[in-house]
């Protein structure tokens, strides 16, 4: 009995030392973190520069999306909306699984298949462009690129897109260089523990992070969640 009650204490200890020195590239510390609407709004702000996002309607963290009874669910670790209609899903991904692309066509579908209900025209998903954006640490494609744009396009002509209204954006936190994604650089820093506080983004998320981690119901939350995957 004493041995068992020393080994849960050293195992208490070891989740309270995990929850205290957590990432903001831990996925749970991540949807945390983006409960928060405004910082939400801000990093997806960063990250999509160019559609001019300016109000959060709708966020929602580890979200999940069930097909039909027989498929394979999806659960995000964000799920936003703008006033726009646009729908944003974000992940945190630290593991290479090597399926990137695959996991990022069949969040696509998930996605397509929540917006569509019973008897509703195709032509509705055009009300809902999609935007997956992977934050990955790790370099899938390998051209030390520190951001990825997909979309369809013809083979003929590339210029041509298939305007079907889905985007697909990987960061690669381990880029040396983040020219071509200046707005989010510093928060893929922040990825590999390298926090420019100057930055305001990287400043509130390292202030929500402390906050939660003071929060003694969220750490209940984390070590009862982490004691029942043992």
């Known amino acids: 009995m004493k041995v068992k009650l020393q080994s849960k204490t050293m195992m208490i200890k070891g989740l309270i030392s995990k929850w205290n020195n957590l990432k903001i590239s831990n996925d749970v510390m991540f949807g945390m973190v983006m409960e928060n609407r405004d910082i939400c709004l801000k990093l997806i702000q960063c990250a999509v520069p160019e559609l001019k996002v300016t109000k959060i309607k709708f966020n929602e963290t580890q979200r999940t999306i069930n097909g039909p009874f027989d498929a394979r669910g999806s659960r995000f670790d964000v799920y936003a ?51 997956v954006i992977i934050f990955c640490d790790f370099d899938y494609y390998g051209r030390g690129w520190s951001k990825y744009s997909f979309q369809c ?70 070590m009862s969640y982490e004691m029942n995957l043992m």
């Open 81 to 131: 909306q703008d006033e726009k209609g646009r729908v944003f899903v974000i992940e945190m991904q630290v593991a290479n699984r090597h399926n990137l692309p695959y996991r990022l066509r069949y969040y696509q579908d998930q996605i397509d298949y929540d917006l569509l209900k019973v008897g509703d025209d195709y032509d509705k998903l055009s009300e809902y462009p999609t935007y």
């Open 153 to 222: 396009r013809c083979d003929r002509d590339p210029k041509l897109t298939a305007d079907d209204g889905q985007h697909k954006v990987i960061f690669n936190a381990k880029a040396d260089d983040f020219h071509d994604s200046i707005e989010i650089g510093n928060f893929l820093k922040l990825m590999e523990n390298q926090p420019v506080m100057e930055d305001p983004l990287v400043s509130q998320v390292v202030q929500e992070m402390e906050r939660i981690k003071q929060d003694p119901e969220r750490r209940q939350k984390f």
